[in-house]
Each structure stands twice: as C-alpha cells, then as structure tokens.
C-alpha cells in the first residue's frame, strides 16, 4: 500500500488533495498540524483538539528530551500513551532548538552541541541521537536532525548547512532502518534558488517517505519566501507528501497551497490566541480593545466553533482583562476552529477545481476590514 496518494490534481493550477497514510489512521491533505511543543496544545485537552477536528499534531523532540525524558516517554508506552491523544503525531527533530534556545550551540560535523535552557547541562545531538529519541518517543512521522540557516546567510554557510543535512539524512536513514514510523527529508539551502534545487534533488536521491521544505518563514520577506519554495519544489517528486515547516496564517497558507505543498504547521494561531489575538473571515482582531465591550455577537458570525457558539465578543474581551484562564482556552478552540473549516473548505474546492476563485474571495475580504491587526 502507498503511504501518500493523491487524490484530485487540479487541472487550473499546482494545488492537489491527498491521503497519507500513518500508523494511527489516515490524513487527508492539505493539513494543517498544531503544536505541541511540551505534547500538549497549550490550554486544550486532547479531546478538544479532536473535537475540531485534527488528525494530526506537531510535538518537539529537543523539549520533549529535556523535559521529561525520552525515556520516561518510552517508559510510558510512548507519546501517544502518554499525552492521551490516539491520533497521528509527527515530531521535528528539536535541531532548530538546540541551536535557537541554547546560550551556547556548536555545529560540527557530527552533529549539534548544545547547552540545555532548563539547567545548562551539555548535550550533544547528532543524526542517529536524534532517531533514537524519536524511537522512544514512538511518533508516527520522524524528521531527521537538520541545519536551518540564519537569515541572511553568506553563500558558503548556507552551502555547508546543505551538505551537512544531506549527509545526515543519510545517517538518519540507516539509523531508522525498518520501521513503522515515516522517516521525512528535508530540504535547505538557504535564499539562494540554486541550492535549493540541489538540495532537493540531493535528498531525494535518498528516498525520503516524505519531503519537508525547512529554513523559511525565518524572518524574511513573504515574497522571498515564496520564490524559495518554488525553487525547492523543482525537484520534488509528485508521489510523496510536501512539508512546509513553520508556516500557519491563513493568507500564507492559502500561497503555499497554491504552490502544491499538503502538509504545515506553526505555533501562530494558538500563540496570538492567549495574547489576545482571533482570527476572523475581516481578518485577525484584538479582542480585548476597549470598541468589543458591549459587542454581544461571536467571535465571528460564521465560525461554528464551541466559544461561537456560546460566549460572545464582549465575555471573552472581559476574561482576558481579568486575566481569566478560560480567556486563553475559548480563543485558542476557536482559532484553531477556523484554521481548521478553512482547511476543508480548500480541499472542497481544489476538489471542484475552484480553488482559485476561493482564493481569491477569501483574501479580498480577509485583507479588506481597517480594524484588522495583520
């Protein structure tokens, strides 16, 4: 049996459904994955993530090795067990932590050395390491330890953190051997369009069962963006899932939708949630400004979500200015609701190939409203 099969192509553009298929059941793409970081989406029990409607999360291998421990984990009857959730789960390789969250970080060819944020022990991460935690930790989807280059980067760094992902996808691989969790690739190459295709095509040699795009969305401008990732898909076969990593507002998902990619995560909706923030179809809004006080409709008025349902604009501006912690929780439901409708509205309408024409609504009205935040 396939892991990944298309389902519908459109015939007007680069947009495509899909079905992968994992270890605790099936996910239909495009997908978004929320994160949880410590295995858990901040302020949600896993019955409420599922409530929505997810089939998949995101949790972080460096955090989750920190604090508790790989081990304890596998102790536990692995990550499934112990965080009670019974869907799929992909971990990321906690490479990018180890090097963002350390005070002090080394790359070799080895591997990565780091210093813990917790207590400042030393910890060394290499390729084979990190498979290890990922075993214990018995995820469905594994990413392979990789070198995300700092933007803006010289030509040379960005050419050595290429040749250091590939070799250690590699190493990744033979250390995965036989399994029944999915081993991802993982393309760099930094803001340059050349080495993104060599890069792509470098580990594609290597057979991944999926193919990730990582170092975007690392602060540069959008339109960069998508030009690296047009250059990353070059060489990306159409057999296998596509990853963007790291990306999860509504305008930009609908722009790498366009561009073919299945599967993306980002800690942004439940991140602007607990500060405030609510996605709605006029754009994000901050729903603790003095102008929602009095405004007793939902959240947004389309949006079938619990807290629509329930509460209105002016109880949830009021929890967040006492500080309640049911604030955090009602728009953290509601904004991975949205993002969540949203998703299966794409897959209904690159399915009727109307993809475009609901791209296109969606933005003019989603860019359109003056109070919008972003």
């Not at 290429?162 to 051997?177: E, H, N, Y």
Request: aromatic share 10%; charged share 25%; proline share 3%.
């Amino acid at each position: 049996m396939r892991t990944f099969e298309v389902t519908h192509q459109s015939t007007t553009g680069r947009e495509r459904t899909g079905i992968l298929r994992v270890a605790h059941g099936t996910v239909q793409t495009p997908v978004f994955m929320p994160v949880g970081t410590q295995a858990t989406i901040k302020g949600l029990t896993p019955e409420q993530v599922e409530d929505i409607g997810f089939e998949i999360i995101l949790s972080n291998t460096y955090h989750l090795y920190l604090q508790p421990g790989d081990a304890v984990i596998h102790e536990a009857g692995g990550l499934h067990k112990f965080m009670h959730w019974n869907r799929n789960i992909l971990t990321d390789s906690g490479g990018f932590q180890a090097m963002s969250l350390s005070r002090i970080s080394k790359k070799t060819d080895d591997g990565i050395e780091f210093q813990s944020f917790i207590d400042g022990s030393r910890h060394m991460f290499t390729p084979e390491r990190v498979i290890a935690i990922q075993k214990n930790l018995d995820s469905d989807i594994v990413m392979p330890l990789d070198i995300c280059t700092q933007y803006p980067s010289e030509r040379t760094v960005a050419e050595r953190d290429l040749a250091r992902t590939v070799s250690w996808f590699g190493r990744a691989k033979t250390a995965m051997g036989e399994s029944h969790q999915l081993l991802f690739g993982i393309t760099q190459g930094g803001f340059y369009g050349d080495l993104r295709e060599e890069s792509t095509k470098r580990i594609m040699e290597l057979d991944p069962q999926g193919f990730a795009i990582g170092g975007l969305s690392v602060g540069e401008e959008r339109q960069l963006t998508m030009d690296m990732l047009d250059h990353s898909l070059l060489n990306a076969p159409d057999d296998r899932p596509r990853y963007f990593m790291g990306l999860g507002d509504p305008v930009g998902i609908l722009e790498i939708v366009s561009r073919g990619i299945d599967m993306f995560d980002c800690v942004l909706p439940t991140r602007v949630a607990r500060n405030q923030m609510v996605f709605t179809r006029d754009g994000v809004i901050k729903i603790s400004k003095s102008m929602y006080e009095r405004d007793f409709r939902p959240i947004d008025d389309s949006c079938s979500c619990y807290a629509c349902r329930n509460y209105t604009r002016a109880y949830v501006r009021h929890l967040f200015k006492a500080n309640e912690m049911l604030a955090g929780t009602l728009a953290t439901i509601h904004n991975l609701q949205f993002l969540q409708t949203m998703i299966v509205e794409i897959r209904d309408a690159i399915a009727a190939d109307t993809f475009a024409n609901y791209k296109h609504e969606f933005m003019a009205r989603y860019t359109a409203s003056s109070d919008r935040v972003w």
